[in-house]
């Protein structure tokens, strides 16, 4: 490996790392904003929070009962799929590095990048919905399936950054590295999409009287549900959903179209408001409220831009 390609790899490893932290940071200001729509549309006060202190909440709370829930018996299922899925990330990276540069190897390389992920994601299903089954609880597969998928997209976009990787290590084409980001971003569509279709046939299954025996913990936070299922985590994974969302929407939009960066915004509102507008309506509560928190989101963001635009152009 030459030192162009050290030094590509490096780029590309830290732009992934402030990309992830960026991500965690949006998905944990998404999720308070969650909390405190959810909150005004029940018209309780709910814990919310502004601030370094509304940042670390989720987080700390959600680390805390996860903790909880990792000293049950389910950890054993957990670690086979840790083990299984560490052997399948060091043998694509062994089988990466012993590839020769050529368009072969590309194609190999993609075929098993897809192969492993497939195989991971089997895994994680089998395995999370197994346990969630196990605790009786109709919220409790709900709240495991909304954390299976975001760890989904999470795993999708990663084997996506290790796919790139491992391409510009093998590969010097700028084109294949570009059609291998954009296959592997379409291949992410399908999943993400059953994946929430489901999510949304379970939300529709719950009638609200399913849930009244943990009203207190609904409105100090957080559920939790004989092996401890985060409430707050749940909504901290929605966070997470929408940016990764909005991130593939993006790669996508660009990676497949001549657009401007209006037009580009112009998709992301779109995106995060439909979103936020199908969260809302799918989750037991009044119509009449969803269009008007779409609206003032919508209100809110022109106000900001406005603002932003005044101040750059007039200043």
């Known amino acids: 490996m030459d030192s162009s390609n050290v030094g590509c790899v490096v780029h590309l490893l830290l732009h992934v790392l402030v990309d992830a932290v960026a991500m ?18 029940h018209n309780r006060d709910g814990p919310v929070s502004w601030g370094l202190s509304g940042v670390l909440q989720p987080l700390a709370d959600g680390g805390k009962l996860l903790l909880k829930s990792y000293t049950t018996a389910a950890v054993e299922y957990r670690a086979q799929v840790w083990v299984v899925l560490g052997l399948l990330i060091a043998s694509a990276i062994a089988g990466g590095s012993v590839l020769s540069s050529s368009y072969c190897s590309y194609y190999l390389l993609c075929d098993l990048a897809v192969l492993h992920l ?22 409790s597969v709900l709240a495991s399936v909304r954390l299976y998928h975001a760890v989904l997209l999470c795993e999708v976009l990663w084997a996506h950054a290790i796919l790139c990787m491992l391409c510009v290590v093998s590969s010097s084409s700028t084109g294949a590295t570009l059609h291998s980001s954009t296959t ?4 992410a569509a399908p999943a993400a999409l059953g994946t929430y279709v489901l999510i949304t046939l379970l939300e529709l299954s719950i ?8 009203e207190p913990e609904l409105v100090s936070g957080y559920y939790v549900d004989l092996g401890g299922v985060s409430f707050m985590v749940v909504y901290l994974a ?6 990764c969302l909005v991130l593939i929407a993006v790669a996508w939009w660009a990676s497949t179209h001549c657009s401007s960066t209006w037009h580009t915004a112009t998709v992301v509102l779109l995106v995060l408001s ?3 507008s199908g969260r809302h309506s799918t989750t037991r509560y009044r119509m009449w409220d ?3 928190l779409v609206l003032r989101w919508w209100l809110a963001e022109s106000t900001a831009a406005a603002t932003l635009t005044t101040f750059f152009f007039f200043f």
């Open 274 to 276: 439909s979103i936020l």
């Open 290 to 292: 969803v269009p008007l």
């Open 24 to 41: 965690l940071a949006c998905a944990v200001v998404l999720s308070t904003m969650e909390r405190r729509c959810m909150s005004s549309l």
């Open 184 to 187: 592997a971003l379409g291949m």
């Open 207 to 214: 009638h609200p009287y399913d849930v009244l025996e943990c």
């Open 238 to 243: 929605e966070g997470i959903l929408a940016c």
């Open 118 to 139: 497939t195989i991971s994601v089997l895994l994680h299903s089998m395995v999370e919905v197994h346990l969630a089954r196990m605790q009786h609880s109709k919220y």
